[in-house]
């Protein structure tokens, strides 16, 4: 096992698929999709045009492209709408100066993740006041201050996809396009329901970006960009290596038109966002599968192992959730008897058991450890289930 050669425990992921918990667990057809890929070589740009054919019948988008996780695919989407098609600017960037470089975005949207859209040179212009969060009221931002917000100097519309998120994307997309500005979604951890993939495209956005490591099950280091052919094409000028002779050059016209530049770019800020061609493949492989198996099958997958593990906890309190909804990832909700054990005592001793579990500890200040079996492979629902009884004992 490589993992025991080099001295690191492995552990049980009853968390989901998390980046500081290495991700979830690729199926066997995507690890071997990408062993092949390794053993030959081939033009990236015809690889990526590929993905992009195939991100394209999949969400409903003009085009798609890959890059190293969600988050490099929203640098390199927030640089696309700052620099067009431009290598001048292209070459410029992270300083934006003189280019359109303000995204406006909802105040209660912001989050950790927005450091990729400012690492691109992007500046946030934040709108709204999220009172329903503070619990001093009911509103949150509207799509007329957004459209207050918007200059000459914006690039884009940052939104970030979520259930709670307001104000409503169709509203959102309606007042940017009046002023020609494009939306960007961040929908990197909403799949499922597969609906999602087509959904925010349909609602509008110019570009959207998902996870490849999530639910999609695809390499962990992976994330998928789709959206207006013109986009795609900027934000690909600016991850592809373009050490090239401008006269030899000859990329896929689907992914990049020649015609419109005048000269070839630089390598761009994207580059330190780079996707290898087994990345690559193994994300088409794995979307492949999560559109084949469906919402329902996957549902019922997931929530039989949170059976397994709630039988396991007859006679504590454990309750399952999301059993009903097939659009949503079923979990398990355990709440210890304060007297004994408190959630993150609980969550401790799981973690530092061996084998280690990782569960969620999200739900501690309300009293429970949530149990996610994305990432559960055959067998493991049952020690989860066990282990768990055991410290509650
Ligand atoms: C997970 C997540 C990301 C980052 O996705 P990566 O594929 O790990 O880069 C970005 N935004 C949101 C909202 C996320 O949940």
Redesign the pocket.
Known sequence: MVYAGLGVRTLINAKGPA?RLSGGIMRAEVASAMAEASQSCVDIAELQAAASRIIAGATGAEAGYVAS????C?LIGAAACMTGLDPGRMARLPDSQGMKNECVMVRSQR?F?DHAIRAAGMKIIEVGLPDRYAGAGVRDAEAWEIDDAMTERTAAVFY?ADSQSRPPLAEVTAVAHARGVPVIV?A??QLPPQANLRRFISEGADLVVF????ALGGPQAS?ILAGRRDLVMAAALQHLDLDVFWDMWEPPPSLIDKTRLKGAPQHGIGRSCKAGKEEIVGLLTALHMFIAEGDAARHARWLADCEIIAAALNGHQVWVTGREDKAQVPSVEITPDPARITPAALCRVLQYGDPAIAVDPAGRDRGVIIVNPMCLKPGEAEIVGQRIAHALA
């Open positions: 980046t996780g969600a988050s490099a929203l989050n993740y970030v961040d990197a951890a996870s490849g490591g999530k994330g």
